[in-house]
Nanobody, 122 residues
Framework: QVQLVESGGGLVQAGGSLTLSCAASGQFFLVGVMGWYRQTQGKERELVASIHRDGESTYSASVKGRFTISRENAKNTMYLKMSDVQPEDTAVYYC????????????????WGQGTQVNVSS
């Protein structure tokens, strides 16, 4: 059983900064690749950034240079530092994780957090 809980959302002015956190808890072997997604009403959920256990990361073109993704494997926690935020960044941000239940192999499990709202005012 796995739970992902996001935190850190809220209201921020354009040009400001905000940091989101996602903590994984429950029973599992390890958390593999993790990622941040965001979604606005009427639009499809999109990938913002992802990060592997070794720190290798990718970013969408719209946030590259402004956002920084990181993680602490020992804490099973991922972060998204958002800098120079813009009104276009307003969305519900979701945490996603690829969870491995056993060291002996098997299928991987996808898990999603409940989402946290980020509102950027101009």
């Amino acid at each position: 059983q796995v739970q992902l809980v996001e935190s850190g959302g809220g209201l921020v002015q354009a040009g400001g900064s905000l940091t989101l956190s996602c903590a994984a808890s429950g029973q599992f072997f390890l958390v593999g690749v993790m990622g941040w997604y965001r979604q606005t009403q009427g639009k499809e959920r999109e990938l913002v950034a992802s990060i592997h256990r070794d720190g290798e990361s990718t970013y969408s073109a719209s946030v590259k240079g402004r956002f920084t993704i990181s993680r602490e494997n020992a804490k099973n926690t991922m972060y998204l530092k958002m800098s120079d935020v813009q009104p276009e960044d307003t969305a519900v941000y979701y945490c996603h994780a690829d969870v491995r239940q056993s060291p002996f192999g098997g299928t991987r499990d996808d898990h999603w957090g409940q989402g946290t709202q980020v509102n950027v005012s101009s």
